[in-house]
């Protein structure tokens, strides 16, 4: 059963402009992690941000955020005033113990000049 | 900075043929991993490995195998390869804790002919 969930395949954006990529999780286990990578069209994929369940507060690193509601079971990265290099698949996963990672289908993300 | 190398960027098999994609951390990882990455499929698990020596199937193992001899190296094996293993492979490794990311090798476009 699909553990993860991106049902956007591509996404445009405009320049400056705030976006945000949704991903939802299915699991009935407590405690796990939940990771955002990007990965651009050179290939390698770059661990952005992490949350974990039992974080009270959404995880923020710069312009990247992770909008997280629990009960919902969804973990939405919010990438705010876009730039050209922000464009790239991204790639939402989880984890329970760091020994497997599921990983949703990706969302392109196109941002317009 | 950390780092998880794998042998090459491109390769071109052709069809029967027995492929070997290396791939080395230097973080001293308990866990590797080896994803294939096919476009609106996402990445899927096809082997991990938690130890020396040891080996899980992921969720589409048939048509590979693995070899994990020395911590820090861990190889994908195509007994004889196909078209339709023609993907990007990449490979990763973790800690193993709930909380700390994969970290990814650059990827190995694999085309076999």
């Known amino acids: 059963a699909q553990k993860i969930t991106q049902t956007q395949p591509g996404m445009f954006v405009q320049e400056k402009e705030a976006v945000t990529l949704d991903c939802t999780y299915d699991?009935?286990?407590?405690?796990?992690?939940l990771f955002w990578y990007k990965q651009p069209s050179s290939g390698e994929m770059i661990f952005l941000i992490y949350q974990g369940s039992y974080d009270q507060q959404n995880a923020t690193e710069g312009r990247y955020s992770l909008n997280f509601q629990k009960a919902r079971k969804s973990a939405n990265l919010v990438i705010s005033a876009s730039q050209l290099g922000d464009s790239a698949m991204y790639f939402c996963?989880?984890?329970?113990?760091?020994?497997?990672?599921?990983f949703g289908t990706g969302t392109s993300l196109t941002v317009i000049p | 900075d950390v780092k998880v190398t794998q042998s090459s960027r491109y390769l071109v098999k052709r069809t029967g043929e027995k492929v070997f994609l290396e791939c080395v951390q230097d973080?001293?990882?308990?866990?590797m991993f080896w994803y294939r990455q096919d476009p609106g499929l996402g990445l899927r698990l096809i082997y991990f490995s938690y130890d020396v020596k040891m080996k899980e199937k992921g969720d589409i193992p048939e048509g590979y195998s693995v070899s994990r001899e020395k911590k820090e190296r861990f190889s994908l094996i195509l007994e004889s390869a196909s078209t339709n293993q023609t993907s990007m492979y990449l490979c990763?490794?973790?800690?193993?804790?709930?909380?700390?990311?994969?970290?990814f090798g650059q990827g190995t476009r694999l085309t076999v002919v």
């Open positions: 996963a989880m984890s329970y113990t760091g020994n497997q990672f599921y």
């Open positions: 990763a490794s973790s800690l193993g804790r709930r909380s700390t990311e994969a970290f």
């Open positions: 699991t009935s286990d407590p405690s796990y992690g």
């Open positions: 973080m001293d990882h308990e866990n």
